[in-house]
């Protein structure tokens, strides 16, 4: 499975971005989908996970009600729709395909980074 993340740029505090994760490989749909974050100088940390089929999902607290994760595996493509953006959402984000986890180490592959900058 490869993934390529896409959808990063620069936005005002309050709006909104969409991400979007598209994966090669066949078996992209038996996996699990992630959304990690990494600011400058820190550690990678969990954002949301959604199940192989869509119908769990979980998020971290700081995301809680402000970000939505989603897939179409007919598209092999996962989703983040990120709203009400806040300077502290500034980082790269990944996206990988994995166990359903909110650890790093479940997850066999990621995809390459794309760069979300919040302004005040």
């Known amino acids: 499975v490869q993934l390529q993340a896409s959808g990063g740029g620069l936005v005002q505090a309050g709006g909104s971005l969409r991400l979007s994760c598209a994966a090669t490989g066949r078996t992209f749909s038996t996996y699990a989908v992630g959304w990690f974050r990494q600011a400058l100088g820190e550690e990678r940390e969990f954002v949301a996970v959604?199940?192989?089929?869509?119908?769990?999902?979980y998020y971290a607290d700081s995301v809680k009600g402000r970000f939505t994760i989603s897939r179409d595996n007919a598209k092999n493509t996962v989703d983040l729709q990120m709203n009400s953006l806040q300077p502290e959402d500034t980082a790269v984000y990944f996206c990988?395909?994995?166990?359903?986890?909110?650890?790093?180490?479940?997850?066999?592959?990621w995809g390459q980074g794309t760069q979300v900058t919040v302004s005040s």
């Open positions: 990988a395909a994995g166990i359903y986890s909110g650890l790093l180490n479940e997850y066999d592959y």
């Open positions: 959604i199940s192989w089929n869509g119908g769990s999902t």
